[in-house]
């Protein structure tokens, strides 16, 4: 099949959570003797050029280049309308034109779109199967965001979130096929009451580059791993330094926690300056990080879909401490393949265990790695994702008959 393919951020290479799901979808359905046109964006010259390095990965690919300036300039323009701000950030007339340029002169099988942000740019066509892959469901993640916001950034959030509820319910309706990352996303897009299909199909992670590495760890350090300018990883772990490194470090001074995730904030570089706290920035390899760490921690209490740190961290062999909001984007059981807690004192407890005790250490290493082996394979995701597209362009096929 001739595959058109939408997605909010170029997905090369594939090094942040928004792009490690359509990068191994493409890479699939290329190797699978698809012919893969990606459009996407690219918000800096470094990210473009970047970017180029998918091309054996697709048949071709179209980039816009935007930036942050006008891009936010957008968002602020659609703050009296209906339609969602946010949408305003992954809007581009270039890639506009390039993607009706396309459809124009290609005659394509398959539309298939990564993210209801960029489900506009063809949500117009009518005469070829559509497939949108909302991921996460974006109008959660902002409506919890108004829980932890002070006023008025509260409020706007709230409105945000509200605005995405419509505008989700609204493009599933022209779409004929939806599907989520994890049953709970699903569900959520379900209880909508969206009259097209649905399904879902889960993240993977790539077992053989995250893999133990037979060398010692540090029982004293905890890492913690993610893009320290978003907004949740920055929540969390003020939350946990504040409030639960204190109790961690009244039962073992020696406690250290290493913070690694690009473009720290102020606020978390901040951090840096607490006893045993440090904050790296970008890092060009965050696994010697986490396979030296006796745990790492997830303490997230914004999360929607799957962690994919968390996936990396098991594969790792390295046990992983989360929140009940984190788990539940992961096919693993409390006890048995990771911890989770909820409260600074479960998640001391639960570190402290991991930190003291090697046996259990080395149990919960063992099981987590075989869960996300047999759970969270992407071979198996992408049979998964292959049955959803060839029932998608049947049913739409046969309907046209």
Request: proline share 6%; charged share 25%; net charge neutral.
């Amino acid at each position: 099949m001739k595959i058109l393919y939408v997605c909010h951020r170029f997905p090369f290479p594939p090094k942040r959570g928004g792009k490690i799901r359509p990068f191994n979808m493409i890479r699939h359905l290329t190797q699978q003797g698809h012919d893969v046109t990606v459009c996407s964006l690219a918000r800096s010259e470094a990210e473009a050029e970047e970017g180029k390095g998918i091309a054996p990965h697709c048949a071709k690919f179209e980039m816009a280049l935007v930036s942050n300036p006008v891009q936010t300039l957008r968002m602020v323009g659609r703050l009296p309308t209906l339609r969602p701000s946010s949408f305003g950030y992954f809007y581009s007339p270039s890639l506009k034109q390039a993607i009706d340029r396309a459809l124009a002169t290609e005659r394509f099988d398959l539309i298939f779109v990564h993210c209801s942000s960029v489900a506009p740019y063809v949500e117009h066509v009518r005469d070829i199967p559509k497939i949108l892959d909302f991921g996460d469901m974006d109008s959660q993640k902002w409506l919890e965001y108004g829980h932890y916001k002070r006023f008025p950034l509260s409020w706007g959030y709230a409105l945000e979130g509200h605005k995405l509820v419509r505008e989700e319910k609204r493009l599933a309706g022209l779409f004929d096929l939806c599907t989520a990352t994890t049953r709970a996303e699903w569900e959520t897009l379900k209880s909508y009451g969206v009259t097209c299909d649905t399904g879902w199909f889960p993240n993977g992670v790539n077992a053989d580059y995250f893999k133990p590495d037979g060398a010692s760890y540090q029982p004293n350090v905890l890492s913690f791993i993610g893009r320290m300018d978003y907004y949740p990883n920055q929540e969390c772990m003020i939350e946990f330094c504040t409030r639960t490194l204190p109790i961690i470090q009244a039962q073992r001074a020696d406690a250290q926690l290493i913070i690694v995730g690009a473009d720290p904030s102020d606020e978390i570089k901040a951090l840096g300056k607490l006893p045993g706290v440090t904050v790296t920035g970008s890092v060009p390899d965050v696994r010697p990080y986490v396979l030296r760490s006796a745990a790492m921690i997830a303490p997230l209490n914004i999360a929607r879909g799957t962690q994919n740190k968390i996936l990396e961290a098991m594969a790792m062999g390295v046990p992983v401490v989360t929140s009940s909001a984190a788990a539940g984007g992961v096919d693993a059981e409390n006890e048995q393949h990771f911890l989770v807690a909820d409260t600074p004192e479960g998640y001391a407890q639960a570190a402290l265990k991991l930190m003291n005790d090697s046996t259990e250490r080395e149990r919960l290493a063992t099981a987590g790695r075989e869960r996300v082996l047999k759970q969270h394979d992407w071979a198996a995701s992408m049979l998964r994702l292959d049955a959803l597209i060839e029932s998608c362009v049947q049913k739409f096929n046969a309907g046209r008959v």
